[in-house]
């Protein structure tokens, strides 16, 4: 379905690397260069990952991203999106605390982070320039709810979201 919603909105499909519009990220919490690792030099198993900034050392959330953006299309599309707060709470087995987590933990921050990232090249882009924000999928309970309710708002009501190209809602 992303080649028919790219197509529709005008949207090109190529990476960046072949000379297309697209560029991707892929954002893990984990394995990185900063992990501490253990004394023969191997990185610890997921869970027991750390690392040390501003001379506290924070545990590894095991949160994951995967995200496109389309500045010349100011598109940007999540393709996989868990955060720090729900990939911690599954990695640790417990619910962290808001000082145990990474300053940028939210979707939207990486998601921020990502686009100033892309548009760093381009002058004169800018984050309210985002056009099209697209999630491939939504699994979150709380998210769901909300779309639901949304849906019901709508005139006249829908019970489910129907498929590309979907519902349109003002501010």
């Known amino acids: 379905m992303l080649s028919k919603t790219f197509s529709d909105l005008g ?3 190529a990476s960046k690397g ?3 519009p697209n560029e991707c990220f892929q954002i893990e919490h984990y394995s990185g260069p900063a992990i501490i690792k253990n004394e023969d030099g191997t990185l610890p198993d997921k869970p027991e990952q750390y690392y040390s900034t501003c001379g506290t050392a924070y545990r590894a959330t095991g949160a994951e991203y995967t995200l496109g953006i389309n500045v010349a299309g100011a598109a940007l599309f999540a393709l996989n999106r868990v955060s720090s707060p729900k990939a911690a709470r599954e990695l640790w087995r417990c619910k ?3 000082v145990e987590l990474p300053h940028l933990r939210s979707a939207s921050d990486i998601a921020w982070a990502a686009w100033n990232r892309a548009v760093s090249a381009t002058l004169g ?3 309210d320039d985002v056009k099209y924000f697209m999630n491939r999928m939504v699994l979150n309970k709380e998210t769901t709810q909300h ?3 949304a849906l019901k708002m709508l005139e006249p009501p829908l019970d489910e979201l129907p498929g590309w190209p979907g519902v349109e809602f003002s501010m």
């Open 147 to 149: 779309i639901r309710r």
């Open 125 to 127: 882009t800018r984050i």
């Open 18 to 20: 072949t000379g297309g």
């Open 96 to 98: 962290p605390e808001a």
């Open 11 to 13: 949207l090109g499909t």
